[in-house]
């Protein structure tokens, strides 16, 4: 009988692999506390990716995007992609990762993202800067989340989002015990809550809604 290959980390699912370098990260602090920061980076990282794609079409100007400013916010409206400003993009932050000062530049990214982007306004977490967070982690976090795509039309198109978001959810929940309910709502309740109201003319982006709720919770708690 001839002998199954044996599973290698290359065959593990991207949300698994980015758990087990993420929570090696944490080190001691406090699941519910570094939910606050990976989860906000997680979607900094989507919403960098979408925008980086977009963004990469514009410079290059060819066919529909021909004479587009590739810094013209409403070119980023127009494919429903938020605009992330030059301060806040995930190159310009991947570069800072290692200086002291990592933790002001997110929370100043995630304001500034916030500024351009109306609907924003007021979810995206700024803790980043705390004393409590070690900024040797934050760096390479931001080093871990730099290799995977989570928010270009190919990811999108696989719900890589979707997937790793749930992951680390149903991760910190367990890692929290009976506390893990105030913060881990069950996709499929999310999906039909969302699905009910349609954002986007018909286009769910189950996702996106999900991280608003979560980080809202954040932001609030």
Not at 42 to 47: C, N, W
Not at 106 to 135: C, H, Y
Not at 136 to 156: C, H, M, P, R, V
């Amino acid at each position: 009988m001839a002998k199954r290959p044996k599973k290698t980390s290359t065959d593990e699912p991207l949300e698994k692999k980015l758990w087990k370098a993420a929570d090696k990260l944490r080190k001691n602090m406090d699941a519910a506390e570094y939910k606050h920061v990976v989860l906000g980076l997680i979607f900094l990282k989507h919403i960098s990716d979408a925008f980086e794609e977009l963004h990469q079409k514009l410079v290059e100007g060819k066919g529909e995007y021909e004479g587009a400013d590739p810094e013209d916010k409403n070119e980023y409206t127009a494919e429903r992609v938020f605009y992330v400003p030059p301060s806040a993009r995930w190159k310009w932050l991947q570069g800072r990762a290692k200086l002291p000062t990592i933790g002001k530049d997110v929370d100043d990214a995630m304001l500034a993202i916030e500024k351009d982007n109306p609907s924003l306004r007021g979810v995206l977490p700024t803790v980043f800067a705390q004393e409590k967070f070690d900024k040797q982690s934050l760096g390479g976090l931001i080093d871990l989340f730099a290799s995977a795509a989570i928010g270009t039309k190919e990811a999108q198109s696989k719900d890589v989002l979707d997937r790793v978001y749930e992951y680390f959810l149903g991760q910190f929940a367990l890692a929290e015990g009976k506390k893990g309910g105030q913060f881990y709502t069950p996709t499929t309740v999310v999906r039909l809550l969302v699905e009910m109201l349609e954002p986007f003319e018909g286009r769910v982006l189950i996702l996106v809604a999900e991280v608003a709720e979560c980080l809202f919770r954040a932001r609030s708690s």
